[in-house]
């Protein structure tokens, strides 16, 4: 964590796409910025099927749930929170029709204890070919 500027990079999370931070905390708040479900140092995304010309043909969205949700605690252990420090969470979602039942099933379980206020929304496109992104909130 950059303390003078209260910015945390994670060296662990994946590759912001462009220049932002993982998080940035504000007092005893911190911001996390999109998190999906790639891999760090991974060209492949989990969950997410490609044709030749780069166009998603399938995605996963379980296996893509549980790596988003390994990727946000990992930006939360790394900036000195933890998971039940999330107070906020707001959920994009590229098929809200086909993934949210799913999606939903797998939140119950990582959200048994802790139960942050929740937003779910359907967008057409994420920057990179992936199904979810997560937007969150901790109080540290």
């Not at 166009?55 to 390994?70: K, M, P």
Request: with cysteine; aromatic share 8%; hydrophobic share 35%.
């Amino acid at each position: 964590m950059n303390s003078e500027n209260n910015i945390i990079e994670s060296g662990a999370a994946p590759e912001p796409v462009g220049r932002y931070p993982h998080a940035r905390r504000v007092g005893n708040l911190l911001f996390l910025s999109g998190v999906g479900p790639r891999e760090r140092n991974s060209r492949t995304i989990p969950g997410v099927t490609l044709d030749e010309q780069g166009n998603v043909i399938g995605h996963d969205i379980e296996a893509q749930c549980h790596s988003v949700f390994r990727n946000v605690r990992t930006i939360l252990e790394d900036a000195g929170a933890g998971w039940n420090d999330l107070v906020d969470v707001t959920v994009f979602l590229t098929d809200m029709k086909r993934d949210f039942p799913t999606f939903n099933r797998i939140y119950a379980e990582y959200f048994n204890e802790n139960q942050p206020c929740r937003t779910t929304v359907e967008i057409n496109a994420l920057p990179t070919p992936i199904a979810i992104e997560l937007k969150c909130i901790a109080v540290i």
